[in-house]
């Protein structure tokens, strides 16, 4: 894997343990098919909660949860609109990452 900043490949003793975590945690958020489904929504506009449940036939309840645990890692954020919470990506990376591992399951 390449570090886009200095085109030098990452060393293994260059990821500390904070780094490993988050990394390992953004993977155990993709490999949920609830939470890929919801950020791929995402990655195409901000909606708020209800229509999230709406668009992809899931529990509100469900929704609210995995979008709990999205913004806990900083793959989501939200805006309040009167008493409604719109979500959408934090970054680019999230989408980057997605698209990437989406376009993986679909070369083959």
């Not at 500390?16 to 390992?24: A, G, M, N, Q």
């Not at 890929?36 to 609210?64: C, D, G, K, M």
Request: glycine fraction near 2%; charge should be negative; proline fraction near 3%.
């Amino acid at each position: 894997m390449q570090d886009e900043t200095n085109s030098m490949p990452y060393r293994e003793d260059e990821l500390d343990e904070e780094t490993l975590f988050i990394v390992s945690q953004t993977f155990k958020a993709l490999s949920d098919p609830t939470r890929l489904r919801i950020l791929n929504l995402l990655s195409e506009h901000e909606y708020p909660v209800n229509e999230i449940a709406a668009r992809l036939s899931l529990l509100q309840s469900t929704v609210s949860h995995q979008l709990r645990f999205l913004k806990n890692l900083r793959l989501v954020k939200y805006r309040r609109e009167g008493t409604s919470l719109f979500y959408s990506i934090d970054d680019e990376h999230v989408v980057d990452l997605l698209r990437q591992a989406i376009g993986h399951a679909r070369h083959h």
